[in-house]
């Protein structure tokens, strides 16, 4: 059986948890958070990924959907597992049971809005980021048997097209918000397209770092590998460091920088004490040495 939790989400269990409806098929629906107002010739910063987070597991519980997706980034947070209905679409009482109709109704809010700005780039639609960690997330909600269809095909552009009641019932695949009855969003406008992954590991694992356990990390540890992450931490826009010296050398200037980018993922308390983490080191994505 597949796994309930994307395995490299944060969990957030937000609880609350109730079954979806096997007499539809399984299917998965695309959002972007859409959280601010922004134009071409106004771009606004990116809202942080852990505000979102915040959101989805406070006063936003009620509409938090399976997985928040930062696709600069590749974090993820995921609030109720495979197996239960999430919330992020209106679902009318006596309706469709929108949050419900499919063996598993996967939603994912892509931390997105048109022209935002991320490190002084502006980003017009969702297929223009990096799409980190979109591979992962694929592979997991096509474990759950969701199939790379679109029936109401891809969404291009931010407009309203409802699925008709007989599609809706008997067709699996991916949809649009903009597509789900019941519901009024023209998001998400655009989505990375489906990839085809090779048997057994991906062959970018090879090309990593794999995480050498928090241990590794202890002040006056010499390794390369510490070095490629000095390196890796300062293109992310994470340099803490006050001298450019001994980069291969594990010392407070790393631990002020990886707490700057745990900090970026969205962790939070003793989750960014700058020690490393697999969570973390996975998306850091070290070269391998």
């Not at 097209?161 to 998400?188: I, L």
Request: proline letters at 11%.
């Amino acid at each position: 059986m597949p796994h309930p939790w994307m395995p490299r989400a944060l969990k957030e269990d937000v609880g609350d948890h109730a079954p979806c409806d096997p007499e539809f098929p399984a299917r998965a629906i695309a959002h972007i958070t859409a959280d601010r107002e922004a134009t071409a010739g106004a771009p606004l910063d990116l809202v942080p990924f852990g505000n979102l987070k915040g959101f989805f597991t406070g006063g936003g519980r009620d509409r938090a959907p399976h997985i928040l997706w930062d696709p600069f980034t590749g974090a993820f947070a995921q609030f109720f597992p495979a197996t239960s209905r999430s919330k992020a679409l209106a679902d009318t009482a006596g309706g469709t049971r929108t949050n419900r109709a499919g063996k598993v109704v996967l939603q994912i809010e892509a931390l997105f809005f048109p022209h935002c700005r991320v490190d002084g780039k502006v980003f017009a639609r969702l297929v223009d980021t990096p799409c980190r960690g979109w591979d992962d997330l694929h592979a997991w909600i096509s474990s759950w048997g969701v199939p790379d269809v679109w029936p109401m095909g891809p969404p291009t552009s931010l407009s309203r097209r409802t699925c008709p009641a007989d599609k809706w019932r008997s067709r699996g695949g991916w949809y649009a918000h903009a597509h789900v009855p019941e519901n009024d969003h023209v998001d998400p406008g655009s989505w990375p397209a489906f990839g085809s992954r090779p048997p057994g590991p991906p062959p970018e694992e090879s090309r990593f770092e794999p995480f050498p356990g928090a241990a590794f990390f202890r002040a006056g540890r010499t390794s390369p590998v510490i070095a490629a992450m000095h390196d890796r931490l300062v293109a992310e826009d994470c340099n803490r460091y006050t001298s450019g010296t001994d980069t291969d050398v594990w010392g407070p200037g790393d631990v002020r920088s990886y707490t700057a980018w745990q900090q970026k993922l969205g962790l939070e308390g003793s989750s960014a004490d700058g020690v490393p983490g697999r969570f973390s080191w996975d998306r850091l994505a070290v070269p391998d040495v």
